[in-house]
């Protein structure tokens, strides 16, 4: 059974039209939730780090935040250089507190 | 960035041979991951070190091998090369187990 589960896989949306990522997981004593952009043919880079229910965290068109069974990645009117994989991974002793649990990414295509 | 090189970043062998990939980082941080990304998968632990001489196990880690003699550099090992790891490896370092864990360029390996 998948512990960190993206949707949806694939989100192609026009330049302008804001929506969301979500990523939930079936952990215990999440110590932390991280998103990443990755773009083909390079490494994961870093956006956030979320610890809690209730934060959020912001930067220029990405805020994410954080329930306790979810994470919404909001892309608030994308442009096409938005386009990437976007990946969450948790941090939780169900894996090991020093490791990270990634799921499979959603693909996000902005249309100019 | 955390500065963090990988050598090589191609790389097509046969199966049966010996191959080593390399992780180069100049950040100074304690914690070092390999991992493997695969279509469907995600990203997977192989294996993680802890210290120079400290290393363990992760969820993949059967069929390869990891050293780490030096802070900066850390070894990944495929003893006899399979198709089967056929993949995009990724390199990863953090300055603490539960710190964000900042990731290289990859090395796309084939195996044929």
């Known amino acids: 059974e998948d512990q960190v589960t993206q949707s949806p896989e694939a989100l192609r949306l026009q330049e302008g039209e804001s929506s969301s990522l979500n990523c939930s997981y079936t952990?215990?004593?999440?110590?932390?939730l991280f998103w990443y952009r990755q773009d083909p043919g390079k490494g994961p880079e870093f956006l956030f780090t979320?610890?809690?229910a209730g934060e959020e965290k912001e930067k220029e068109r990405l805020k994410a935040t954080l329930t306790k069974k979810e994470s919404f990645l909001h892309i608030t009117a994308p442009k096409p250089e938005d386009s990437a994989t976007y990946l969450c991974?948790?941090?939780?002793?169900?894996?090991?507190?020093?490791?990270?649990?990634f799921g499979t990414g959603t693909r996000l295509t902005i249309i100019p | 960035d955390a500065g963090i090189t990988q050598s090589p970043r191609h790389k097509v062998t046969e199966t049966g041979t010996p191959v080593t990939l390399r992780c180069h980082q100049t950040?100074?941080?304690?914690?070092m991951y390999w991992y493997r990304q695969d279509p469907g998968h995600g990203l997977r632990l192989i294996h993680y070190?802890?210290?120079?001489?400290?290393?363990d196990k992760g969820e993949v880690s059967d069929g390869y091998s990891v050293s780490r003699s030096k802070t900066e550099d850390f070894l990944l090992t495929l003893e006899s090369a399979t198709s089967s790891q056929t993949s995009v490896y990724f390199c990863?370092?953090?300055?603490?187990?539960?710190?964000?864990?900042?990731f290289g360029p990859g090395t796309r390996l084939t195996v044929l």
């Open positions: 991974a948790v941090q939780a002793p169900d894996f090991g507190n020093e490791k990270l649990t």
């Open positions: 950040e100074n941080h304690r914690y």
């Open positions: 952990v215990s004593g999440l110590r932390g």
């Open positions: 070190s802890y210290g120079v001489k400290d290393t």
């Open positions: 990863a370092t953090s300055p603490g187990g539960m710190n964000t864990q900042y």
């Open positions: 979320l610890y809690s």
